[in-house]
Structure formats: C-alpha cells, structure tokens
C-alpha cells in the first residue's frame, strides 16, 4: 500500500513563503517521479510541477515557474519551495507518484496523497 503524506500547508500574507513536505511509505520512492497538484475550489485539480525518479530534471506549470520549487532529497521524501506567492495560489496541494515523468494529467496520476490546504491573504 502506498502511503503519500503532505504537510507544510498555512496561511500566509502575499508575497510570502512556504515549504510543502510529501513523506512516502509502503514503495520505493526513488523509483517514482514525484509531482505535486493543486486544486482551488470550483476548480480541477491542475499540475504544479513535477520531478524525475532520480531528481536531475524537473518540470514546472508556467503559473509557478520562477516562484516555486520542487525537490527531493532522499527516497522516502519530496518538497514543494513555493516563493513569492499569490492569492490566486491558494488551493489544497497534493503530492504524487507516478512512473512517469512529467506527467501533467491529473486523470492518470498513480498515487496521491490526501492534500494539504495553502491559503494566501491579499
């Protein structure tokens, strides 16, 4: 069974910053790329960014490009860095694996995680 556990979510003023965590358990993590979503109310779930198994390559949505970034830093753990944020940021965040890379497609994602809400204040 795999297990996708994010944390790091909050409150925070425009402009500010936050660090998204995604624990894995139950798979070898190093053997998946990782993505991370999003998905604000009313909305569909849209890719943010993604990163190869290896964490050589990465791959961002062009909303985030230059704000936020994505990492790994060993097998069993990713990140999501996001700076400069926006209101128009704010939505729950989920982290992903999949053997793919990139994969944008929400609809194909092998596994997620529960999701973690990020709220940015004007």
């Known amino acids: 069974q795999v297990q996708l556990v994010e944390s790091g979510g909050g409150l925070v003023q425009a402009g500010g910053s936050l660090r998204l965590s995604c624990a894995a358990s139950?798979?070898?993590?190093?053997?998946?790329?990782m993505d991370w979503f999003r998905q604000a109310p009313g909305k569909e779930r849209e890719f943010v960014a993604a990163i190869s198994r290896s964490g050589g390559r990465t791959y961002y949505a062009d909303s985030v490009k230059g704000r936020f970034t994505i990492s790994r830093s060993n097998a069993k753990t990713g990140y999501l860095q996001m700076n400069s944020l926006k209101p128009e940021d704010t939505a729950v965040y989920y982290c992903?694996?999949?053997?793919?890379?990139?994969?944008?497609?929400?609809?194909?994602?092998?596994?997620w995680g529960q999701g973690t809400q990020v709220t940015v204040s004007s």
């Open positions: 992903a694996a999949d053997p793919r890379f990139p994969n944008s497609d929400s609809n194909s994602v092998a596994h």
């Open positions: 139950g798979v070898i993590f190093s053997t998946y790329a």
